[in-house]
């Protein structure tokens, strides 16, 4: 049975990542297309009622949806539900951390790609360092511990930028999780398609502090260390050189209304207009589906999910 549901609020983002979104040419989907936010209550009512634990809101960016604060504050309401956490690109953090804390939001993930302003800048395509840094830091301020860091890193752009990311993660007694990157298909790739993988990044960690592996992580498909000395933290999210759908319980639900098994997932069924006995029957087969997939791997091949951002990443 599905464990962790993540929920998409949003398609929308006031970022254009590289390896997310294609700079232009985005068919945004409309204010109808968009579920309402009593509509996502009700499926998440649904998912926790059927076992799972933990939610995750994530978009595009979730924070610019209007009312993120009080939609939250009812998910942070729903008996049963262990874990409420949200992905954020960190841009309006210093705004909404403290009302996100007193909402009943436990932690964030905030996506942070260089602690280079220019290489910031090229890799978001506009981002602003600083501010995310400052949204970084009222996180930790207002209590949305564990922060965790997501880094994506790209070959040749950012991946000379290990040590420095460690180095921040230390003074501020927070995580960072290296993510490797997949490749969707809204966005072209070099022909090479390249990504860095967890060995070679613990390699060069290794040259300067010294990791000891956490083995009952709460991570789910992620691997995890404490670093030495230090009240932080590094993980890694290797779907490609580590490929976990074995041991994958989540849950899709992306901001249209479709429930998806898998982020490679083909079809989805669409909730909107179910009631919760129908939206609960779709849940039963789909989590059959995915334990019939124990042996595949991910291979972003999917029309339906082509990007991290359609489908909440
Ligand atoms: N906008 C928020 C953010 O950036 O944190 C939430 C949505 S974003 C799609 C969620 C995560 O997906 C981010 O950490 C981002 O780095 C990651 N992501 C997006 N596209 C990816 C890709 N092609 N490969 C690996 N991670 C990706
Ligand atoms: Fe926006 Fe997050 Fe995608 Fe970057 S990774 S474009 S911040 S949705």
Known sequence: MFKYLRVSVTDRCNYRCVYCMPEEGICKQSHEQIMRYEEILSVIKTAVAQGVEQVRITGGEPLVRGGIVDFIAEVAQIPGLKDLTLTTNGTLLT?????????????????????????????????????????????????????????????????????????????RAISVRFIERMPFKAVELPPDDQFISENQVLAVISQKYQLEK????????????????????????????????????????????????????????????????????????????????????????????????????
């Open 95 to 171: 705004r909404y951390a403290e009302a996100l804390k007193k909402a009943g939001l436990n932690r964030v993930n905030v996506s942070l790609d260089s602690l280079n302003p220019e290489t910031f800048k090229e890799i978001t395509r506009g981002g602003k360092l600083d501010e995310v840094i400052a949204g970084i830091d009222a996180a930790v301020a207002a209590g949305l511990n564990p922060v965790k860091i997501n880094t994506v890193l790209i070959p040749g752009v950012n991946d000379g930028e290990i040590i420095n990311f460690i180095d921040f993660v230390v003074a």
């Open 214 to 313: 956490i083995d009952n992580d709460s991570f789910g498909p992620s691997s995890a260390y404490h670093i030495a000395g230090s009240g932080a933290g590094v993980g890694f999210i290797s779907s490609r050189s580590r490929p976990f759908c074995q041991c994958c319980t989540r849950l899709r639900l992306t901001a249209d209304g479709y429930l998806l098994p898998c982020l490679d997932s083909e079809v989805g069924v669409y909730v909107r207009g179910m009631t919760p006995e129908q939206i609960s029957e779709s849940m039963t087969q789909l989590a059959e589906q995915k334990s019939s997939w124990q042996k595949r791997h991910a291979c972003y091949a999917s029309t339906f999910a082509s990007s991290l951002s359609k489908i909440g990443g």
